[in-house]
């Protein structure tokens, strides 16, 4: 399709999609913040009538000096059918069962018609993780945060997923860029790849480690030591010389991590190396992540 095509096009498509906020109660702008493989977030703003109506959205607005939100567009024509019958579904229960914890971003509501599925999501305002990793190692002119700012948010991070799992739910796809920190520098997990294992309590099962066809590599986080390494087993690639999947590999890539932040005290190294321990029953789960003495000084903040 020629470009100019193509751009009339997705004007169209942008002025249905502001019909279609308009009619919900919310003022769509032209400001995206954010975008996923199908998907699209922009600034909005939420109606008086909408505040009125909707309970979430006045309570979650509520002590804010603004009525803006984030409103992330999941473009159905562009998702596989398992994407929106399946994980879908999955994202939204799972940020409803979400919804209550501080650090995750609150849902207000959820609308959808044939051609796309509207989430209206707390703002996030200050952007993700690794855009802030990127600004402070800058402005030091050293890779990285200071190792208290790395604890405070590694803390706030590790109550997020202690909430998940308690709510029966494995986050899956774990990475700086769905962790996003509000106007305050406060933490707020996100991500779509939630899924729900069966009974809250139960350990998650493989299906659990499955992602869904367009994240089974996600792309700079592919197989490799930033996710565990039993989905692998579950996805043996063809063996090659610079395969990520082997074991022996595995530990060299963990070596390189730890070389990697050897400028951090030694309780922070003994910290990422039981993280990264290959075999599950050696890693650290979260209730030892969290009494880690690394974190010592987070819990008494
Ligand atoms: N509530 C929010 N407030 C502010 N920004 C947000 C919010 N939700 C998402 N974003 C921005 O939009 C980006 C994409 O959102 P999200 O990760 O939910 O999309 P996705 O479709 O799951 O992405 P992918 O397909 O790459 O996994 C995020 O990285 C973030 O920058």
Same mark, same amino acid.
């Given at each position: 399709? /020629?470009?100019?095509?193509r =751009?009339?096009?997705d004007?169209r *498509?942008?002025m249905e999609?502001m019909?279609e906020c308009?009619d !919900?109660?919310?003022?769509?702008?032209l400001?995206?913040?954010?975008?996923?493989?199908?998907?699209k977030v922009y600034? @909005?703003c939420?109606t008086? %009538?909408r505040?009125?109506h909707n309970? /979430?959205?006045s309570s979650?607005?509520q002590?804010?000096r603004?009525?803006i939100?984030?409103i992330? &567009?999941?473009?159905? *024509?562009?998702?596989p059918m %398992?994407?929106?019958?399946?994980f879908l579904p999955r994202? &939204?229960s799972?940020?409803n069962?979400?919804?209550? =914890?501080l650090?995750c971003p609150?849902?207000?509501?959820t609308y959808? +018609?044939?051609q796309?599925s509207y989430?209206?999501l $707390?703002?996030v305002?200050?952007?993700d993780?690794l %855009?802030?990793? +990127?600004t402070v190692?800058?402005?030091r002119?050293?890779l990285?945060?200071? $190792?208290?700012?790395a604890r405070?948010?590694f803390?706030?991070?590790v109550?997020?997923?202690v909430?998940c799992h308690s709510?029966g739910i494995?986050?899956?796809?774990l990475?700086?860029?769905?962790?996003?920190l509000?106007?305050r520098?406060l933490? !707020?997990?996100?991500?779509?790849?939630?899924?729900?294992w069966?009974d809250?309590g #139960?350990?998650?099962?493989? %299906? @659990?480690?499955?992602?869904?066809? !367009?994240?089974?590599?996600?792309?700079h986080?592919?197989?490799g030591?930033?996710?565990p390494?039993?989905?692998?087993s579950? #996805?043996?690639?063809?063996?090659s010389?610079?395969?990520?999947?082997?074991?022996p590999?595995?530990r060299l890539?963990?070596?390189y991590?730890?070389?990697?932040?050897l400028?951090?005290t030694l309780e922070?190294?003994?910290?990422?190396?039981?993280?990264l321990q290959?075999?599950?029953?050696?890693?650290l789960?979260l209730?030892?992540?969290?009494?880690?003495?690394w974190?010592l000084p987070?819990t008494?903040?």
């Amino acid at each position: 399709m /020629k470009g100019s095509s193509r =751009h009339r096009l997705d004007q169209r *498509a942008f002025m249905e999609q502001m019909r279609e906020c308009r009619d !919900k109660g919310y003022l769509l702008s032209l400001k995206q913040i954010g975008s996923g493989t199908f998907s699209k977030v922009y600034l @909005a703003c939420a109606t008086h %009538e909408r505040i009125q109506h909707n309970l /979430k959205l006045s309570s979650d607005l509520q002590g804010k000096r603004h009525t803006i939100v984030a409103i992330k &567009i999941v473009s159905m *024509a562009k998702a596989p059918m %398992e994407f929106s019958r399946k994980f879908l579904p999955r994202e &939204i229960s799972s940020l409803n069962a979400t919804y209550k =914890h501080l650090r995750c971003p609150k849902t207000a509501e959820t609308y959808q +018609n044939n051609q796309r599925s509207y989430l209206v999501l $707390e703002l996030v305002a200050r952007g993700d993780l690794l %855009e802030h990793i +990127n600004t402070v190692s800058d402005l030091r002119c050293c890779l990285g945060l200071e $190792e208290e700012e790395a604890r405070r948010l590694f803390w706030q991070l590790v109550s997020a997923m202690v909430h998940c799992h308690s709510a029966g739910i494995v986050h899956r796809d774990l990475k700086c860029e769905n962790i996003l920190l509000d106007d305050r520098g406060l933490l !707020k997990l996100t991500g779509p790849h939630f899924c729900s294992w069966p009974d809250p309590g #139960h350990q998650p099962s493989q %299906e @659990a480690y499955l992602l869904p066809p !367009k994240h089974s590599t996600s792309p700079h986080y592919p197989s490799g030591p930033k996710q565990p390494p039993e989905p692998l087993s579950l #996805h043996p690639a063809p063996p090659s010389p610079s395969s990520c999947t082997s074991l022996p590999r595995l530990r060299l890539c963990q070596l390189y991590w730890i070389e990697e932040t050897l400028l951090s005290t030694l309780e922070c190294q003994d910290l990422i190396r039981g993280l990264l321990q290959p075999h599950p029953h050696a890693r650290l789960d979260l209730q030892q992540v969290a009494a880690h003495r690394w974190m010592l000084p987070a819990t008494h903040v």
